[in-house]
């Protein structure tokens, strides 16, 4: 198999660090990581495709080797990374895969760049407006009178604590932007797995999603929790392969 790491974003357009396996001139497949994590989290589904596809496992903005720019940045500015990844390896169309927060990169990306993205796989995908939201809305004007007076406020989220500097303006950016309306545009379906005991991204998303995403399928994974992919390795593999390959 062919294996390289390319460069870092800044040198060569804005792309992301990729590692990228597989046949070259084979189908791309571009796989993005959750929130916190790397290309290296998606270690079992690229070895499973590399020997039918070119694989592309990128670390975007923030995390693994990709560095954060110097701004807090929106979801639109990582699908760029997304649109100037594929152009700089000279990838016209990709089945694009992503994870919770990698999910909400590949819906904007499928949007926002329709030609580049061939077929659209979700897996415990964020992006969708949670329930209880009128309370989160509370939760944060609280937060905001308590930080008055003892310049902290309310703990935030794991993901909000350890986060720093412009990766914790770009994490707020991010999680309240709902794309509900934008996954209804989506024109090329989707593949939808989820883990059925996922804590992060709850089971009714993964509904909401097939609803919202015309000619989407979905599978649920029952005992699996928001890393289902892992969970259930031998079944998404399956699962995707059977969907990239049928037209």
């Not at 497949?29 to 596809?53: C, D, M, Q, R, T």
């Not at 700089?88 to 990709?94: C, D, G, I, M, R």
């Not at 993964?206 to 390795?233: N, P, Q, W």
Request: hydrophobic share 45%.
């Amino acid at each position: 198999m062919n294996y390289d790491v390319l460069i870092l974003p800044g040198i060569l357009f804005n792309m992301f660090r990729c590692v990228v396996t597989g046949k070259k001139d084979a189908p791309a497949v571009i796989l993005l990581h959750g929130w916190g994590a790397s290309a290296a989290a998606f270690g079992p589904i690229a070895k499973a495709l590399e020997n039918e596809y070119r694989v592309i496992a990128a670390d975007m903005y923030g995390f693994g080797e990709t560095p954060h720019p110097a701004r807090a940045l929106t979801v639109d500015d990582y699908a760029d990374g997304v649109m100037e990844t594929a152009k700089a390896l000279n990838v016209e169309t990709a089945v694009v895969l992503g994870h919770s927060f990698g999910g909400r990169v590949a819906v904007k990306t499928a949007v926002k760049y329709p030609a580049l993205v061939r077929k659209l796989i979700l897996v415990d995908a964020a992006g969708l407006k949670p329930r209880g939201v009128v309370f989160k809305r509370l939760r944060s004007k609280i937060h905001k009178i308590l930080k008055k007076y003892n310049d902290r406020g309310l703990k935030g989220s794991l993901d909000y604590e350890a986060a720093s500097g412009y990766l914790k303006a770009t994490l707020v950016n991010v999680v309240n932007e709902y794309q509900e309306a934008e996954a209804a545009k989506i024109k090329c379906g989707a593949l939808i797995l989820w883990g059925g005991r996922d804590r992060d991204t709850k089971a009714y998303m993964a509904y909401r999603y097939r609803r919202l995403i015309r000619g989407s399928e979905l599978h649920v994974f029952k005992d699996a929790g928001h890393f289902s992919y892992l969970d259930r390795t031998a079944e998404t593999i399956v699962l995707i392969k059977a969907y990239i390959g049928g037209e």
